[in-house]
């Protein structure tokens, strides 16, 4: 607790703190909740420990997050924003073990899921990200620079996963001999990844449902947080994921793999809600590979996911021991089953795109 009150009065000053409660979720970063008196009231500020394994970079994180703040607010965006305090000039403070924190406000009375429940959650959650985007249109795309390098490279990961196969360092690959064997009959999508050519704007970079706030008294969308990965990239990505985690209904921990699946209500909704606020800013191109995203995502995830298992859990938090192998095989079985629809959710893309164009 010294630690983080020495953290805490470096953005803050001698203030009364009066609770630090540590955050469940997030696979990178360490959250906490601060409560401190101020004369006569109280006020919160959300307190996170950069991921500097993931992030080494941030200066270059956090400038990318202070420019899409100012740019919303310059913008009326419709929803709040976590806006970085700055502590001797910057946006971030190291402490003495070298360790990068940063403070944002916090923002009240919300909640957040892991997974979707329901169709009006994936219509608000869809819309907000959609809104999103017709906000920072009018970004450039070298006005932000990548925060993780080789960030939704598909060929990068295909090829760390095969060499993390070739590697095995830990003996783990003969449990992973069933995926394995799929993902290599999958390689025909990384040949249709490397001929894409896509317009460049800024995205979010991790649009899953878990990175939106929502009301707590109303299924609403507060405000959009997580803007670490903010990056030029194509829009494929973003709906991609949007995709993976709004329309698997039982949420990449579950290991029930025979029921994950793409919900085509839920899939549906989104599309609609997205496309509603995103066809008049969408290039022809973007719109034409749309459903692509999602199946890129999908099966990078499981390459992602597989390849840590492999190299012994070093990149995403895990708490169990087999959690990477679930979720490498739970992200194979979402992707298989995009593959499976794939007709269907391309035809029913175009038809919600010629509604709304």
């Known amino acids: 607790m010294d630690q983080l009150e020495n953290i805490i009065v470096s953005f ?8 630090v409660e540590k955050l469940a979720g997030g696979l990178i970063n360490q959250s906490f909740k601060v409560t401190i008196k101020d004369v006569v009231t109280t006020k919160t500020y959300f307190l996170q420990r950069i991921n500097e394994k993931i992030f080494r970079d941030p200066d270059l ?23 970085p305090l700055r502590v001797k000039g910057q946006a971030y403070h ?4 070298g360790k990068y924190w940063r403070m944002f406000n916090y923002i009240p009375a919300t909640r957040s899921f892991e997974y979707a429940t329901q169709l009006e959650q994936v219509q608000a959650a869809a819309t907000a990200m959609g809104v999103f985007y017709q906000y920072t249109e009018g ?10 390098p080789h960030f939704h490279e598909l060929d990068y990961y295909w090829e760390a996963f095969w060499k993390a196969v070739a590697l095995n360092p830990l003996g783990r690959k003969k449990s992973l001999a069933a995926l394995i064997s799929k993902v290599k009959s999958q390689e025909t999508l990384i040949e249709r990844y490397r001929q894409l050519s896509l317009p460049q704007r800024i995205l979010h970079g991790d649009p899953k449902l878990s990175n939106l706030l929502f009301s707590k008294t109303e ?3 507060v405000a959009i947080i997580d803007w670490d990965t903010l990056m030029p990239g194509t829009i494929l990505t973003d709906f991609g994921d949007i995709v993976r985690t709004y329309a698997n209904v039982l949420g990449e921990e579950s290991s029930n793999f025979v029921s994950i699946q793409l919900d085509i209500p839920y899939f549906e909704a989104l599309v609609n809600a997205f496309l509603k606020t995103t066809a008049t800013i969408l290039h022809p191109e973007e719109v034409k590979n749309l459903y692509f995203g999602a199946l890129w995502i999908s099966l990078e995830q499981c390459l992602r996911f597989a390849t840590d298992y492999l190299l012994g859990d070093i990149y995403y938090e895990t708490i169990r021991e087999e959690q990477n192998f679930v979720r490498a095989q739970n992200q194979l079985c979402f992707y298989l089953s995009l593959l499976a629809k794939e007709k269907e959710a391309e035809d029913f893309i175009k038809k919600q795109f010629a509604k709304y164009a």
């Open 12 to 19: 803050l000053g001698k203030v009364e703190i009066v609770q």
């Open 61 to 83: 994180l956090m400038r990318n997050i202070e420019a899409l703040a100012q740019h919303l607010a310059d913008c009326h965006y419709p929803y709040a924003v976590l806006r």
């Open 94 to 97: 190291t402490d003495v073990r």
């Open 139 to 148: 970004l450039k795309p070298n006005s932000m620079q990548k925060s993780i």
């Open 219 to 221: 299924m609403q969308v």
